[in-house]
């Protein structure tokens, strides 16, 4: 069974850049046709894609997001990680690690852009 566990700072001021890493356990992240993906929802609104690195290592990012930030993972420490640079207030959200295709999701991790 694999597993996601999102890690990161809870609270994260103007300007600077969020830093969150996922670790997997259960499977490596090299395995085939895995998506790792991260996803965010702010509040009261819908998810948001934010791009993934597969299999492959060549990652895809969401255009409205992709001059911010980047996707990159540890193979040695089975971990996938997500830098998003200059945070704003609107970059407030609950962010989740997860393999979507197949199902798998991080319980979540929320993330206040203040002050």
């Known amino acids: 069974q694999v597993q996601l566990q999102e890690s990161g700072p809870g609270l994260v001021k103007p300007s600077q850049t969020l830093s969150l890493t996922c670790t997997v356990s259960?499977?490596?992240?090299?395995?085939?046709?895995?998506?790792w993906t991260w996803i965010r929802q702010p509040p009261g609104k819908g998810l948001e894609w934010i791009g993934h690195?597969?299999?492959?290592?060549?990652?895809h990012i969401n255009p409205s997001l992709r001059s911010r930030a980047s996707i990159s993972r540890d193979t040695a420490k089975n971990q996938f990680t997500l830098q998003l640079s200059s945070v704003t207030p609107e970059d407030t959200a609950a962010y989740y690690c997860?393999?979507?295709?197949?199902?798998?999701w991080g319980q979540g991790t929320q993330v206040t852009v203040s002050p």
């Open positions: 997860a393999a979507p295709v197949l199902g798998y």
């Open positions: 690195i597969p299999y492959t290592g060549v990652t």
């Open positions: 259960g499977g490596p992240i090299t395995t085939n046709y895995y998506y």
